[in-house]
């Protein structure tokens, strides 16, 4: 398998602008997160799907982020209107979780994508 | 909420050194406990997964130790070598899903 694949690697817009980023997900895998990385904060968990759905989203930063997982090989997330604040390193990950083995449960994480917003 | 602390921030050891990482969690009622290399411009690779009811893991030149009662973990490295420079990252996971991360330990081995 390919692992978990992430585009665009590098994204630099302009203040006001909106954003999507893309990720495919593991094959067979079940869940879905999406993390943010910054200096001062280090990773945090914004948004976790299961089987498609949204489970968590309480570490969605704002009403302009927003996040869809239209089918079990596709994620995207969208920053509507892009700030400064918002640049940072954006990982995608994949697992497969099993409720009967959760202390097994490992992420496979993608390359991210490094955004900066002018 | 869970607090995950690294110690030290940045470490830099001449070539086949043995060296120790830590973490530290504030709460011990996890499922698991994951070290992560990060290289600069890379995703995270997972190196070991400790579950909450083992006490260590090995790979290769690779070991790490959990006491979960006291809420801390190693990882050992044996005999670094250059390549083995990288950000390490501990991290734990407490519901079923939510990986709660340490800021990371960044490592030069220098030759």
């Known amino acids: 398998d390919a692992g978990v694949i992430q585009s665009p690697r590098h994204e630099v817009t302009e203040m006001g602008q909106e954003v999507t980023l893309r990720c495919k997900p593991i094959?067979?895998?079940?869940?879905l997160f999406w993390y943010r990385q910054t200096m001062m904060r280090g990773l945090e968990l914004l948004i976790y799907?299961?089987?498609?759905?949204?489970?968590?989203d309480s570490g969605m930063p704002e009403d302009r982020f927003s996040a869809k997982m239209p089918n079990a090989s596709f994620s995207t997330l969208k920053i509507q209107p892009s700030e400064p604040r918002d640049s940072a390193v954006y990982f995608c990950?994949?697992?497969?979780?099993?409720?009967?083995?959760?202390?097994?449960?490992?992420?496979?994480f993608g390359a991210g994508t490094r955004l900066s917003v002018l | 909420k869970q607090e995950v602390t690294q110690i030290p921030a940045a470490l830099s050891v001449p070539e086949g050194e043995n060296l120790v990482l830590n973490c530290s969690f504030t709460?011990?009622?996890?499922?698991?406990l994951q070290w992560f290399r990060q290289d600069p411009g890379k995703g995270l690779t997972s190196l070991l997964l400790?579950?909450?009811?083992?006490r260590e893991q090995t790979s290769g030149r690779l070991n790490a130790s959990l006491d979960k009662s006291s809420g801390r973990s190693t990882l050992y490295i044996a005999a670094s070598q250059p390549g083995d420079s990288a950000t390490y990252l501990c991290?734990?996971?407490?519901?079923?899903?939510?990986?709660?991360f340490g800021k990371g330990t960044s490592l030069l081995v220098t030759p």
């Open positions: 990950a994949s697992s497969f979780t099993s409720g009967v083995f959760l202390a097994k449960n490992i992420q496979y």
């Open positions: 094959s067979g895998h079940n869940s």
């Open positions: 799907f299961n089987n498609n759905v949204p489970i968590d």
């Open positions: 709460d011990s009622a996890i499922y698991n």
């Open positions: 400790i579950q909450s009811s083992q």
């Open positions: 991290a734990v996971l407490n519901s079923g899903y939510a990986l709660n």
